[in-house]
């Protein structure tokens, strides 16, 4: 017998499709939190995808979850969170960003007592809807061509998140992103010519800076092999512009 799932959307019109998966769905909004959260909080594990940097929101979101059941968090965070070190960089190397709202969100979870914390900081992702040959259809140029790329395909995102669960693995951080680094000219040159697009313009700004973010310790910890390890060897699907 499979675990029973909750999921939560800002929007109303999605509840009848979350329904619809067999999911029990619920509004929730940090800026303003239901009066139904604790209900919600039924559980044993809490997974938190929000596309937010709201720290008033999240602050009041682990007070809510402290009076809770839930004693295992999975935070979904960025590899934004570092800087460009012109290096390789590791989960331990502390080149994070002292100022980023993501990395004050992350503490924040990391440092309640009354439940533990995983944090997964995903590279920039794609897949599916998420095609890259139309990151740049409408004309938008890619700045610092001959930097590096640090992305994930959401089949490895879920495969990550179900690993940690499945093996219970808290506490810790990863960085999760492809093996591969290809340049920015690299990569968006030849998905655009794969999936039918125009090469997109590249643009020097005479910025060198870059990141490459180790995925070592991920692949180690949970004996994780990517399904898409390189960038350059998925397919995308073909794009019809009207």
Same mark, same amino acid.
């Given at each position: 017998?499979?675990?029973?799932?909750?999921?939560?959307?800002?929007?109303?019109?999605?509840?009848?499709?979350?329904?619809?998966?067999?999911?029990?769905?619920?509004?929730?909004?940090?800026?303003?939190?239901?009066?139904?959260?604790?209900?919600?909080?039924?559980?044993?594990?809490?997974?938190?995808?929000?596309?937010?940097?709201?720290?008033?929101?999240?602050?009041?979101?682990?007070?809510?979850?402290?009076?809770?059941? =839930?004693?295992?968090?999975?935070?979904?965070?960025?590899?934004?969170?570092?800087?460009?070190?012109?290096?390789?960089?590791?989960?331990?190397?502390?080149?994070?960003?002292?100022?980023?709202?993501?990395?004050?969100?992350?503490?924040?979870?990391r440092g309640s007592d009354k439940f533990k914390t995983t944090i997964v900081?995903?590279?920039?992702? =794609?897949?599916?809807?998420?095609?890259?040959?139309?990151?740049?259809?409408?004309?938008?140029?890619?700045?610092?061509?001959?930097?590096?790329?640090?992305?994930?395909?959401?089949?490895?995102?879920?495969?990550?998140?179900?690993?940690?669960?499945?093996?219970?693995?808290?506490?810790?951080?990863?960085?999760?992103?492809?093996?591969?680094?290809?340049?920015?000219?690299?990569?968006?040159?030849?998905?655009?010519?794969?999936?039918?697009?125009?090469?997109?313009?590249?643009?020097?700004?005479?910025?060198?800076?870059?990141?490459?973010?180790?995925?070592?310790?991920?692949?180690?910890?949970?004996?994780?092999?990517?399904?898409?390890?390189?960038?350059?060897?998925?397919?995308?699907?073909?794009?019809?512009?009207?």
């Amino acid at each position: 017998m499979g675990n029973g799932v909750k999921a939560s959307t800002t929007s109303e019109n999605r509840l009848l499709e979350l329904a619809s998966i067999n999911v029990e769905p619920f509004i929730v909004n940090i800026e303003n939190l239901p009066s139904n959260i604790q209900t919600f909080f039924q559980a044993n594990v809490l997974i938190i995808n929000i596309p937010s940097k709201n720290i008033d929101g999240f602050s009041s979101l682990i007070r809510e979850i402290e009076e809770s059941e =839930i004693d295992k968090v999975l935070f979904v965070s960025s590899t934004s969170v570092y800087e460009n070190s012109n290096q390789t960089v590791s989960e331990s190397d502390g080149e994070e960003s002292m100022l980023s709202p993501l990395l004050i969100v992350e503490n924040l979870f990391r440092g309640s007592d009354k439940f533990k914390t995983t944090i997964v900081r995903f590279g920039g992702l =794609i897949g599916y809807s998420r095609n890259p040959g139309m990151f740049f259809s409408n004309g938008r140029k890619v700045q610092n061509p001959d930097s590096n790329v640090n992305l994930i395909h959401r089949d490895d995102c879920v495969e990550i998140i179900k690993k940690i669960v499945e093996q219970d693995v808290w506490g810790e951080v990863f960085n999760c992103c492809a093996d591969t680094h290809p340049t920015k000219r690299e990569f968006y040159a030849q998905v655009a010519k794969s999936v039918g697009v125009a090469s997109p313009e590249f643009v020097d700004s005479g910025d060198k800076s870059f990141k490459i973010i180790s995925n070592r310790k991920v692949k180690q910890k949970l004996n994780y092999e990517f399904l898409h390890a390189d960038l350059m060897k998925i397919q995308f699907e073909k794009i019809t512009l009207p």
